[in-house]
């Protein structure tokens, strides 16, 4: 793979150090000038408007390619929370039952349980983390015959903790309950298989892994699952036949598209079509192997000068998003932003996450400005 090639496509990385897609991932210089074109077509109205619907399906096939799912599993949603505001809101959920969610989760992937549980009468479990790790033995003692689902993040945002998918999702099946998986930090990072995995639902925003523009995602509803739901909304675009425009009873598509409610992001759809494009062309095996090479070697070059606060089982990061624990963190941060290295603080760490456009060099640059930093 001629990593330099791909890099040369965000051209912005002559300008930068940017080592920062588990906040918002770089958009190539390809996409850029697609949404450009896109920008002086829609000075003209509606004319192109089924050409763009065709983008967005298009990106919709290319999504569903990356998680091997069927394109009728995967509608667009705006964001991640929207996409998890959906599938909750559409469970059957039954009065007395119970949610399982850990401490670790995304603001958004505990509040919608906490309104949920409020609203249906249901008891939250949200498990604890020990040191960033959670032990799938606390979800098989957490469950019950209650259990209505479990509700993780693939990838956890603030030290790269990655759940895994495969066994939960046995697990809640086990007790006929839903695994809900939030997706946006994997998605674009890692690889998922959703047929072998059988996780029920995922939602994820475009604008990181997948190097898109916020207001454009994805959520991906299990075939098996989608008759069980019971959407409490309906719009012309989730409707079985959405060209129609006369007088008649709703029916829903018969696919995840019925969570297609009205007009898309279609901007959104059109960077995503060609982020979805170049990340199914390099294959998210390489993208993932590439940025896990970097990870480590990040995480071997501060080993002396800083604590990784991401979870290491073997000896091992679980995924490119690497958490530094530091004193002074925020002066830190603020120093190498001065100095144009852009990374993330996240609950009092830096938090540094590389992908397909960064190389050797920034790893390299980051850690010597590091050191620069704590030596002064
Ligand atoms: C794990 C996780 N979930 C959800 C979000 C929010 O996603 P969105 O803005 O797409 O709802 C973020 C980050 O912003 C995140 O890291």
């Not at 100095?339 to 993330?344: G, S």
């Amino acid at each position: 793979m001629d990593w330099s090639k791909v890099r040369e496509n965000f051209s912005i990385l002559n300008e930068i150090t940017y080592i920062n897609a588990a906040s918002v991932g770089l958009i190539p210089d390809t996409a850029i000038k697609e949404a450009e074109k896109w920008l002086s077509e829609r000075r003209y109205g509606n004319i192109y408007w089924l050409e763009w619907y065709k983008i967005y399906e298009n990106a919709i096939k290319l999504f569903a390619k990356l998680i091997n799912a069927s394109e009728n599993e995967v509608t667009g949603v705006y964001n991640t929370s929207e996409g998890l505001n959906f599938i909750a809101n559409s469970i059957d959920w039954r009065k007395g039952g119970n949610i399982i969610t850990n401490d670790l989760e995304f603001p958004t992937n505990l509040f919608i349980w906490q309104v949920i549980s409020k609203r249906y009468g249901l008891e939250l479990k949200v498990i604890r983390n020990r040191e960033g790790f959670i032990d799938i033995r606390e979800y098989e003692e957490a469950i019950n015959d209650k259990t209505i689902a479990i509700a993780v993040s693939w990838v956890e945002f603030s030290n790269g903790y990655v759940h895994d998918l495969e066994k939960l999702a046995k697990l809640a099946h086990d007790h006929e309950a839903y695994l809900i998986v939030d997706g946006i930090q994997g998605t674009g990072s890692l690889p998922l298989d959703v047929k072998r995995t059988k996780i029920d639902f995922l939602s994820c925003g475009g604008h990181k892994w997948l190097m898109g523009l916020s207001g454009a995602g994805f959520l991906y509803v299990r075939s098996e699952v989608l008759e069980e739901l019971h959407p409490p909304f309906a719009g012309w675009l989730g409707d079985a036949e959405p060209f129609r425009f006369d007088y008649r009873e709703y029916k829903p598509h018969p696919s995840a598209r019925r969570f297609d409610l009205g007009s898309q992001n279609f901007i959104g759809y059109v960077v995503l079509n060609n982020t979805l494009s170049l990340i199914n062309e390099i294959g998210i095996r390489n993208i993932y192997d590439k940025n896990m090479r970097l990870a480590k070697i990040l995480a071997e070059s501060i080993d002396n000068i800083a604590e990784i606060a991401s979870p290491m089982p073997n000896g091992k990061l679980m995924s490119p998003i690497v958490s530094i624990k530091i004193n002074n963190a925020e002066e830190i941060y603020q120093k190498l932003r001065e100095r144009k290295i852009y990374i993330a603080l996240r609950a009092g760490n830096l938090r540094v996450s590389p992908h397909l456009y960064n190389n050797e060099e920034d790893i390299n640059k980051f850690v010597e400005e590091l050191r620069r930093t704590i030596i002064k």
